[in-house]
Structures are given as C-alpha cells and as structure tokens.
C-alpha cells in the first residue's frame, strides 16, 4: 500500500494549490482518506478528511479555505488551499488506515510567503 502527494510549492499569501494524493495497492474506495500538515517546529495536525462514502471534514482553522474531494475511479484524493495565509506553510501529508495500520504518504511541503 502507498500514499503519494504531490503539487506542493512556494505561493504568495492569498493564492491557492490544489495538492494530490495517489493510492496504489489498496481498493481505494472503500477507505476514508485524511490530509495532515506539519509546520516547521511544531507536531503533525490533522486539517481533513473525507470518507469512503464522501463525506468531509475540516479543523476549524481551515474551514472555508480547504476543500477536500476524491476521485475513487483515478484512485486519488485531492486539498484544494484557497486565500493560502503565511501560518499555511507546512508538510502536508496524505493518510488512511489500512488494515489497523497507519499508511501515510511522503510529505508535499507548502510554503507560503507573505
């Protein structure tokens, strides 16, 4: 099983990336799907979720700038970051939890400059 993000990068405050994640070795659409992000000195926070039947969740933090969407036929789930604010700026990982065990993917960093 593997996790793979992509589409991180430097934006100005105020701009948007839409980053992805793509599952291999899993049927993907039977597992809910979860975007964390890790700032520079600080712990691993969850930011949302979506599950298998396609419901969505967010951290109140990013309520109204994240949206969280997958696409069970390509086998991927994506994090629109919309109005990107410079306490963005962090390691976004995908993750889901396979057969009782955590499967998280290399991180995509985000830096947002202000």
């Known amino acids: 099983v593997q996790l793979q ?24 659409r039977l597992y ?6 890790q700032p520079p000195g ?5 930011v949302a979720g979506i599950t298998s039947g396609g419901s969505s969740n967010y951290v109140d933090a990013v309520k109204g700038r994240f949206t969280v969407s997958r696409d069970n036929v390509r086998r991927m789930s994506s994090l629109q970051i919309d109005r990107l604010r410079p306490e963005d700026t962090a390691l976004y990982f995908c993750h889901t939890r396979y057969s009782g065990t955590d499967v998280w993917g290399r991180g995509t960093l985000v830096t947002v400059s202000s």
Not at 32 to 37: G, H, I
Request: aromatic share 12%; charged share 20%; proline share 0%.
């Open 5 to 28: 993000a992509s589409g991180g990068g430097l934006v100005q405050a105020g701009g948007s990336l839409r980053l992805s994640c793509k599952a291999s070795g899993i049927n993907f």
């Open 32 to 37: 809910d799907m979860n975007w964390y992000r």
């Open 42 to 46: 600080k712990q691993r926070e969850w």
